[in-house]
C-alpha cells in the first residue's frame, strides 16, 4: 500500500498476443496497459453449447402496418435467445466472413464489442474473417476495410475510444449508397455485418438487412446499441454501451465541484451536461451526486404542456386558482423554479399558442462556471461494466450471425440487482419490434424511438422522492475517479439498477 | 474481477472511529468511503524515537539584508531535521496547545495534514489539543474554531476539499489583525499555530511567528506547502500538495479528449489549463499526455525579453540575420509559432518598448473546446501520493512543534527516484531561507518566489527534448482516472520525478 516513487506510467509498447510484431504502435499509460490484460467474465451460456430459442412474433414499438410494409421480409421476427444446449451449433467447415462497422459518435466500449465478435468467431466458427470498415459507413460503401487480426486488435482491449476502425457519421441512404453497400457485401463475400451505433444507425442496419435479403444476398445484419447519452434502450435492450461510463466520469467531476462548494461555502456551482433531447445522464449524474437542484428537460416539458392547455382554455386568475389544474407533480416543478421563469413560461407564447421554450433565459441564467463536454466523457477508459456488456454484447452479435438470423439487435439482459456476468442473458431482439414511424417529406420513415426519462419511471421517481431533501441540506456526493480495481470497481450505474428493479 | 451488479455506491454513514457519533453526518460513495480506512505508510523515522538536528545557519533567497531587517528575531534560522535517537524527546507532563488554519484555495490533501497533526499529537505528546480555526485566516482573528477530535476527524481523512474547517482568503496584515490575532493566541494559550497554505499564506506565517516573537508570545507557527500550481517550491520543499492529484485529473480528461481526436482524425482539441503566472501544470500535463503543441509560458517569456533586446538595439532585416541573435531555444520556439504570432511579436511595441503581450491574440486563437477550471482538479480525492506527502507534512509539523520550533515550514523530502515512504526525510526549513522582499509603496515587503517553470530544469528539458516527435507523430498518452488500488495507484508525477532525478 505504500506510495514508492515507482517510476511514472509510461509502457513502451503494447505486448502483442502472439509472436508477431504489433500494427498497431501505440504508446500506452500505466492505466491503459494494465486494462488491456484485464479478464473478461462471460455469460456462462457462451461459455458451454448453447442454441437458439425463438420467442414468438414480434410486432412494432408504434404504427405496426407501415413498419410491416417498410420491412416486408423483417417485421414480425421473434426475439432470440441463447440456452444452453447438449450439441454446438456449429457446422463441420463453417467460416464466417463479417464485416463490422463504428457508426456517430465515440461511446467507451465499442472496441470490445469488435473484440468479442472477433473472439466468439475465433473460438466458435475456426478459419473466419472478421473485416472492420474503417471511418464509419462511408468505409462500407467504399470498400474501405482492414482485416482484423488478434495481434490488430488486441492493443485496443478494454479500451477508450473508436480508434481501432474510426467512426463516421455517414448514413447509407440513397439507392446509390445501398448500391454501393450491396457491392461490398459481393465483393468480401460477407456472411454478415455488424453495425455498432445509436438509434439511426441501427435504424439504418435494420434497412441495410431489409434490403440484402431484398436482393436476395445472404449478407445478414447485425446492430449494438451504442450512446452515451442513454437513449437507446428498451424492456429488451436494458442499457446501451458507454452510458455508465460516461456518466461516472461527469459525476466525479460534478463530485469534486460539490466538495469545492461545501468548502468554500461561498458560491454555487453550475452544471451543464449533454444528451440532446434525453435526460438520462442528468439524472443518472444526479442520483450519482445529490445537487441541490436538477432540472429534468422532460418534465419541464410536460409542465409546459399542461400550461399550453391551461392558457389556451382557462383563466388565469391573480389568486393562483388556476394552478389547481396542473397535476400535482407539474404543480411542484413550477413552484420550485424562479419567480422570472415563472413569469416567462406564464406570459410568452408564439402565434400558436405555445409557450416559446428557446425564448426562456433558464439556461443563461443558470450556466456558469461548468460546462461538461461530450467530449470529456465519450472517449473515457470503459467501466468494469461497460467493458464486460459490450464484450458479450459482441458474442452475442456473433452468435446470432451463426445462426443466421438479420436484422436483430444483440441483446444482453443484464438480469436482477445481483446477477453477475455469468448469469446475464444473452440473445438479440427483432429491431422492426423497437420502430415506429415518422411523416417525413410526404413519406413515412421509420425510425426508432429515442428512449426519454419516464417520468413514471424507476429512476425519476427515486429522484423526485429525494429532491426536496437535496434541496435544503447539502447531501453531495462525490463518486470519486472511476476505479478498475477494489470495492467500487464493478457498481453499475442507478438508473440500470433502479430500471431492473422495477422491472423485477 | 466479475462485474457483478451489486448494489452502487452509497455508504450511508461514516464510521466513526470511536463508539462515540460522528458530529458530521456526511454521505459518501463508496469510493470516498474506500479511502477513509486506506492504510497510510509513515516515514520510518517517525515511527520511532528521534531527535532534530540543526543545520548550518540559513540566509535568504534575495537581498538578505533586507530579510534580515524584517525577520530580526527569525533570520538565519538553520533547517531542522529529523533522526532516529534512542531516546524520545517527550517531556513529562508536555501538553501543546495547537491551531491548524487552511488559507486560499483548496489543494487535495490538505484534510490529511490535518490528521497528521492530530495524530502526531495524539501518539507522542498525549493530552494535546487541536483547534481547527473556521473559514481561514479570518477565524484566527476573529477566533472561531472547533475542537478537533478523533470522531470529529475521521470522516476527512484521505478525502479532498477543505469542508473539515473550511478555508478563506483573509490575510493578517494591519496591526489590528496581528492584534486579533495575538488576542486569540492568547486567548486559547496557543503553544502552537500551523498554517496550511501557498506562498503569500507562507510569508502570513514567517510574519505572525516573527510578531509572536516580538510580543514574547510562546506561540510557534509552522507553515506548510500547499498549491495545485505546484509554484511553491524549491530544494528544500520539493513539491507543494495538491498539484500531483489536480495535474492526474486534468491529464485524465486531456487524454480522454486526445483518444477522441485520434478516433475522430476530423479535429484537434485545445486544452487551456489554468495555472497564473507558472506553467507547472501544463508541462506536467503535456509530460503525462505528450500534446502536439504545449505552450509553456515562461518559454514565451524568454522568447519576448530576448525579441525586446533585439528590436532596441538591432535592426530586423527582411532576410532574417537578426534571428541569429536569439538564443537557440527561443528561436526554436519563434519558428514553431504560426506566422501570425510572429508578426505580432515582432511589430508591435507599447511606449517602453515592450511588446505588448495582452494584445497577442494567440489564447483568442487556440482557445476552443475545453477550458479546465481549477474547480474541477482542486476538489478530487488526493492521491496515494498526496495522501501520503501530506500525512507526512502533518507529522512533520507537529515534530516541529513539540520542538520548539517556530518559522519554519514543514518539509519532506520524498528522496531519490525509487524512495519508498519509510525512506522519506522529514524535518522543517527556515521559513525565512524562501524569502526575497519586493517594493511596494516605496516599503520592502517579504514575498516568497513563486517558482516558475526553469528552462533549464529537468522537467522542461525533458519536454523540449520530446516536442518535436510529438508535434508530427501522434504519441497520444492516456493515463486514464486515477486509481487508488493496482498497478498505476502509486505513480508519481512527472514533474516531482525528473527534478528528483536531476538533483540525485
Redesign the interface.
Known sequence: ??????????IAAAKPASPATSRVAV??????N??ID??L?LPSVLRSPFKIVDGPASSAAGNPGEIAKLFPNLFGQPSAMLVPSESDMAQPDQKLKIGVVLSGG?APGGHNVICGIFDYLQERVKGSTVYGFK?GPGGIMKCKYVELTTDYIYPFRN?????MI??GRDKIETPEQFKQAEETAVKLDLDGLVVIGGDDSNTNACLLAENFRVKKLKTQVIGCPKTIDGDLKCKEVPTSFGFDTACK?YA??I??????A????KYY?FVRLMGRAASHITLECAL?T?PNITIIGEEVQQLISELNEILAHDVVDEGGVWKKKLANQSLQLFEFLPEAIQEQLMLERDPHGNVQVAKIETEKMLIK??KL?W???????P???D??YCYALGFAAGALLQSGKTGLISSVW?????????EWTVGGTALTSLMDVERRHGKYKPVIKKAMVELEGAPFKKFASMRDEWAVKN????????????????????T??LE?GAHA
Chains 1, 2 share one sequence.
Open positions: 500500500m505504500s506510495p514508492t516513487l515507482a517510476a511514472n506510467g509510461d504508446v500506452y499509460s500505466e492505466v491503459q494494465s486494462r484485464h479478464p467474465p465515440q471511418g479500451q477508450g475510444g473508436f480508434d474510426c467512426s466520469i466525479e467531476m463530485g469534486n465541484v460539490m466538495v469545492d461545501r468548502s468554500t461555502g456551482h450519482q445529490h462556471w461548468l463536454s467530449y470529456e466523457g465519450r472517449c473515457g477508459l467501466t468494469n461494466f467493458s464486460s443484464v438480469g436482477n440487482l445481483a446477477a453477475p456476468v455469468e447531501c453531495y456526493i462525490s463518486p470519486g475517479p472511476i476505479q478498475f480495481v477494489g470495492p467500487a470497481a464493478n457498481a453499475v450505474n442507478h440500470l439498477l431492473l
